[in-house]
């Protein structure tokens, strides 16, 4: 099928499924299905862990600090060890005190 207008909603100009949510099924992360953690549970001082993929920021820990620009909830403001970083809460992960 050609892409464009005749081939209706198909991703790349291909069959339905073919190359759409490839990394979307709950196996893309080593089989980790990681619970869905409300914004309320992020409060200040708690200590999280950068579970994406970004290379400036993988492996990191940092803790969350509160203040600054007006943003989104989802949007967490974590201070690492050399810089501050607004990270979604999806791509964090919230760490005990004993570990």
Same mark, same amino acid.
């Given at each position: 099928?050609?892409?464009?207008?005749?081939?209706?909603?198909?991703?790349?100009?291909?069959?339905?499924?073919?190359?759409?949510?490839? $990394?979307? *099924?709950?196996?893309?992360?080593? /089989?980790? &299905?990681?619970? %869905?953690?409300?914004? #309320?549970?992020?409060?200040?001082?708690?200590?999280?862990?950068?579970?994406?993929?970004?290379?400036?920021?993988?492996? $990191?820990? *940092?803790?969350?600090?509160?203040? /600054?620009? &007006?943003?989104? %909830?989802?949007?967490? #403001?974590?201070?690492?060890?050399?810089?501050?970083?607004?990270?979604?809460?999806?791509?964090?992960?919230?760490?005990?005190?004993?570990?």
């Amino acid at each position: 099928m050609a892409p464009g207008e005749y081939n209706g909603k198909n991703y790349g100009g291909l069959h339905t499924g073919t190359g759409k949510y490839q $990394k979307g *099924g709950v196996y893309s992360r080593d /089989g980790m &299905r990681f619970p %869905r953690v409300p914004s #309320r549970d992020f409060k200040e001082n708690l200590v999280v862990r950068y579970v994406g993929k970004h290379k400036d920021f993988m492996g $990191k820990r *940092g803790h969350i600090i509160s203040g /600054g620009v &007006r943003r989104a %909830r989802s949007v967490i #403001r974590v201070q690492f060890s050399d810089k501050i970083a607004y990270l979604h809460k999806k791509s964090l992960e919230i760490i005990n005190d004993s570990q």
